[in-house]
């Protein structure tokens, strides 16, 4: 091994080189004289009565890459100074992000007198491959125990969620401590020294804050499966294999896959983080493309969810079948990208109002948040504490949490809605019986001239048909033709003209600017505008001739006397005539309405009403073109 460490040593000296000239030249700057003693060593951390004591800022660290080192190896390096002392300041002493290196930490500790013998050294970071740690006392023999998720949690030495390690501290002793520490995902070793007792309640604390959020997560589940089951919307059977999915990652991250699901699969423990979040993130950005809709395309963006998808079902494969380490990066980079498109595409569909979007949105947004956070966490860029270590679990927690008022939102919209419908129907009904009561106390104190009530009845039954026959056939507002009265018209129309041999001509007409008019003068002035331009092009209308609105500013018109080009160019004439024509508002407003007109004639340019239409329809916006143009 003496060939492996002469590359080291020479680093090292020429580490000691640069300090010392450094040095050299702060201490002449500042006018000092300069010794060539050998820097002293920190003072040993001393142990202190309080049962939690963290020990990650006081770690001195080596990193490593190459074969694994043996403690002797690492205590020669310690020796020769290559360990770094702690850095103040740093991002998180124990942090590494994701790496493959073999980190050894450090630390020289003293107890004092009267110190409980027993503690508790705590790692805790579940998804750690490897743990040794090495204690020796007074210089002494070390002491070698180790825990790891490639071992089952059955056999662990301290059965517990994180590492722990089960250590005897005598009294008024000086003890060297090393931690080698390995891990194909994220390598963050947070360490604490606990008493017993205190490490009880802080798990029982834990523990309660995590079975409320799996309860949770459980309830959410079963809830949006009954959902399924009653709405057959596969989107919600999407969501419920999210949230497995993430379940399952979510108990890889807190320890819990080893400790309740596999404690004798050591396999399935260590691939549950990486794996579970990538069947998540797969599951989750099906669920979003789904969920947005009609916002992935309007951003033409309909390609991107499924991309992502596809490359977690990658990641999870590659940490299958071929590498953990290369999939925890992808899993975490890809992360970041399903972060910032998610939220695009959410912030364009509440600008677009969809609906259901804004709790959606708020919830994808918590829990997005959480996967941003824990993902620059696992690159080493966010420091190891309860916030970032469990940063996803926050997230998904509120993500539950609003999703839950979207979903009661979205379900008492529904039940409201049909709550006023009901209620409706039970007051036209009452309405109804009371009418009937009414008539019959009528009728049996009128028994004499009971042939007259008769008739009475007879004709109010035929004026209210003839009322439901017109509003089936009529525009409520302005009273013309609706749709449905439009195609009856030009199936009469056109039977007749193929009878003669003659044709016919279809206009289109559409307001300008009406949609300017109602967010300048209201709604009730555009329906001002709309009535008085139908009585305007009412007075237009030939004989035989049929004028509907079948839209909020649209207009068709049939011409059953007009079969030529000059005629229906003569026809559009007369109406820009008399609709280009000041409209005084109730409120006394003048408004200018604009119209454009387009036609098609029966059967020179199409035998069908669809096609009529739509080249109507043609020549009217070109003429909203033109006369656009010409303002």
Known sequence: MLHQLMPLSGDLLTMVIIRGWLGFVILALLGGSMSFAQEPKSPDLEISQQVQQPLSSHFSVYRHAGEPLTLEQAIRLDAEQAFEPPQVGSVSSTNFGLTRDEIWLRLHFS??????????????????????????????????QYSGDLIPFSQRPFQHRYHVFDVSLQPASHYTLYLRVVSEGTLSAPVTLWQPDALWQQDQLSYSLLSAYYGLLVALLVYNLFLFLSLRDPLYLT????????????AGLAGFSGQFLWPDNAYLTNLSPTGGVSLA??????????????????????????????????????ALFW?????AVAVNLLSLVFVLAALLMGAVSLYHRQP???????AWVALLTGVLVISLHNLGVLPSNFLTSNALLIGSALEMLLLALALADRINGIQKARDEAQAQAIRLRQEMVEALEEKERYLEMRVAERTEALEQANQELQKNHQLMEHQAHHDALTGLANRKRLNQSFKKVQQQADLQNTGFTVVVADLDKFKQINDTWGH?????????????????????????RVGGDEFVILLPDTQN???????????????????????GTRINPGISLGYAIYPID??????LLNLADQAMYQNKQERAEEC
């Open 606 to 611: 199409a035998t069908d009403m669809d096609q």
């Open 239 to 250: 969501y419920v294999a999210f949230i497995s999915t993430l379940a399952v990652g979510q």
């Open 323 to 327: 590498s953990y380490y290369l999939a």
């Open 565 to 587: 080009h000059q005629a229906a160019e003569n026809f559009c004439q007369q109406v820009f005539d008399k609709v280009l024509q000041p409209v005084l508002l109730s409120q």
């Open 356 to 362: 259901g979007a804004r709790y959606f949105v708020l």
């Open 524 to 548: 009730q002035a555009g329906d001002e505008v709309l009535m008085t331009l139908a009585q305007r092009l009412q007075a237009c209308m030939t004989p035989g001739g049929t004028l509907a």
């Open 111 to 144: 107890t004092p007198p009267n110190l409980p013998q027993r503690w508790l050294l705590e790692v805790a970071h579940a998804s750690l491959d490897r743990v040794d740690l090495y204690l020796s006392a007074n210089n002494q023999a070390y002491q070698h």
């Open 281 to 318: 993130g797969f599951f989750g950005a099906l669920f979003v493309q789904g969920f947005l809709g009609s916002t992935p395309r309007r951003l033409r963006l309909g390609w991107l969810m499924p991309l992502i998808s596809g490359g977690y079902a990658l990641v999870f494969l590659t």
